[in-house]
């Protein structure tokens, strides 16, 4: 089976139209109500109704139908990467999370502060949950750690938790986590399940010895287990896999991490939607596809909080009249997974996706919403494929064979 | 995964069911003006929109969403070989294109005369693009080359094109093209990338030796270059995978060319759709299968012409009284690709698609066109599973598992 970049690698022309995909994270929802209406079709969105009825709309599945994607496959599925065949480690997710840029030589652990008593066996994997300002300052201790012919970066992440990186050339990442999933035994020493990632337990194991030193005097986090070993997920650039000059503007760092991984520039400092707008208005010249994040529609999910989710929705319909003004040849609409409040938490259910171009099909559909997506004339495809779609109606993609 | 002719080798099963496939070339469409109708749609097609109502119709993706195929991707995948996996090289279309049928042991090659100078550096790569008259002479001269072992074909295209056919056992197509892309510098060697290669560069470099004493003395076309070296394509038979016998009643060569890749038999010299349909009505008592090839919705297309797009769509919907009359136990309606008016070219979009037989379930549409198949029985599918449910319909498909 051809990979979808052997395509677009292949396929992808010049032009100099303009992409811009808005994502609204968790954006799917669920009725709190029976026979109720969703968020989204509970929210008054007069610009997303107006565009579904020059667009073309459809339902998005993150993964596979009934697979829940975190925020990595996620988004990986939005940017064209198959979820399935690319996989973002779990530490390097940690450190994309708190916005540490990898490098291609770079192994990131998750590390947690634990508590061990006098025998060195584990009494607490997470050090009593200590708070974040005291985790932190045990993160500028462990800085201190050196190791010869290898750069260290420890971050703080929350309370017991926190990120350590490993940068030296040849670093492999199949190094078994040192956290025995128990308590009253020791923790494991880091192990390689292979000759590359040797040099990398042997690093991990001085670490974790001088931090052993320094922690000793620490009442509760006097020592921190090792889990999620992973190097730079080798995700092929957008520059190199679309032709396309990309941008991210987005507030969390996680997305900007992601963005970042697939070869995005990072654009500015915005922290509100708002001035998320403005920055896509001054940058709009200078690159051919624009990612813009929205959190809320997840965070409120999340939350439960119906209401909420929908002013959130709400407000993300606000500003599309100022996108529209730029006019860009292809105007996306969609989340990275649902989040209904109903549940609290990411979802399986496709996302209702809108896709506006003047050779886009219309299907009829006058308002934008999960139960118009049904109607809509891309009908339930995966995430996956949506670049192509964004490319095509770009007029970006050549004629495959002829 | 399991390839689809795997399962349909296994399962097909025989009856005395006959299929027929009518194929409108670039069926699909857009609207020309926003919210207007789409060509189809604008069409008067009660024919058509009869058999909507007894039959099941769906949006058939030709390759991938966002993906645009040409005729040959988009006639493989209608016939089920999925359009990814198996590949017409450029050399081989070409020679089909032009009515060649391609033997087991042929390469075929696309030629290009072209205007070298005094050094034997190219001055002009299309030669300057001479008439198809010009060109079909120097054709007869190159018929005159001998190469010991070898049978050697040429055939004339269009303007400075031709196509150069190989035939001798063991010839590979791993053979670089000798066009450098670029005037100013000299053609290159043929250069095989594989053993099995060798023989076919060693030919194809005497062939050009021959040929550029031949056409020495012409003030244009004094050399040609080779492009797209291309065995026929190893796609497995109708008989064979579905076990059908199968036939083909086109127009064109192209298509006749490509339903004779997968072994179905080329019948009569039809110049109308009129006389296509007389041929069906002689012949069917003969066939399982029919492909019937409808060129003008794609033509008409291409030219950007709508009102003329309508009208071959309601030439087409005409005959189906006549194909209904037959009483085939399957009948189908589709196309390879969308060919709107409003982009003047093949596109990504999916192609409305009907099938009616006494066992499909209707889905309550009551007209055929593009949003009525967004309501279809069939939703979206990939056209590689169209056959499968020909099959099906046609009772001859077994039980996959006890």
Request: glycine share 10%; proline share 7%; aromatic share 8%.
């Amino acid at each position: 089976m051809t990979d979808i970049h052997t395509l677009t690698r292949e396929l992808h022309t010049s032009h100099s139209s303009k992409i811009v995909m808005m994502v609204a994270d968790g954006l799917g929802g669920l009725p709190i109500e029976p026979h109720g209406p969703t968020e989204l079709e509970a929210a008054k969105t007069p610009n997303l109704d107006r565009l579904a009825r020059r667009g073309v709309q459809g339902s998005s599945i993150p993964v596979l139908p009934g697979i829940t994607p975190g925020s990595g496959p996620g988004h990986l599925g939005l940017f064209g990467y198959d979820p399935l065949q690319y996989v973002i480690g779990r530490g390097a997710l940690e450190a994309t999370g708190i916005g540490f840029h990898l490098d291609e030589h770079d192994v990131a652990v998750r590390c947690n502060f634990c508590t061990l008593d006098s025998d060195g066996n584990i009494t607490d994997r997470r050090a009593g949950r200590i708070p974040t300002e005291e985790s932190t300052k045990l993160v500028e201790k462990l800085r201190g750690i050196d190791i010869p012919g290898v750069e260290i970066f420890v971050e703080p992440v929350k309370e017991h938790r926190c990120v350590v990186v490993f940068r030296a050339p040849g670093l492999g990442d199949r190094v078994a986590d040192t956290d025995p999933q128990e308590t009253g035994v020791p923790p494991l020493e880091p192990a390689s399940e292979d000759e590359a990632s040797r040099k990398t337990a042997e690093v991990a194991s001085e670490f974790l010895r001088q931090a052993r030193q320094i922690l000793a005097d620490q009442p509760r986090a006097n020592f921190l287990t090792m889990r999620g070993f992973a190097e730079k997920p080798k995700l092929p650039p957008y520059d190199e896999v679309y032709g396309l000059k990309a941008a991210a503007i987005a507030v969390y760092p996680m997305y900007k991490g992601l963005a970042k991984l697939v070869g995005m520039e990072i654009l500015g400092k915005a922290s509100t939607l708002e001035e998320q707008i403005a920055l896509l208005e001054q940058v709009y010249d200078q690159y051919d596809f624009f990612f813009v994040h929205f959190k809320y529609t997840d965070s409120t999910g999340e939350d439960g909080n119906f209401a909420e989710k929908v002013q959130r929705i709400e407000q993300f319909d606000a500003v599309f009249p100022r996108i529209e003004q730029l006019k860009p040849e292809v105007l996306i609409v969609t989340g990275d997974h649902s989040t209904p409040s109903y549940l609290r938490s990411h979802s399986w259910h496709p996302v209702p996706t809108l896709l506006v171009s003047d050779c886009c099909r219309p299907d009829g559909c006058d308002s934008f919403s999960e139960r118009s997506a049904l109607q809509g004339g891309l009908g339930h495809f995966e995430a996956k494929y949506l670049m192509c779609l964004a490319l095509a109606n770009a007029g970006r993609l050549g004629k495959y064979g002829a």
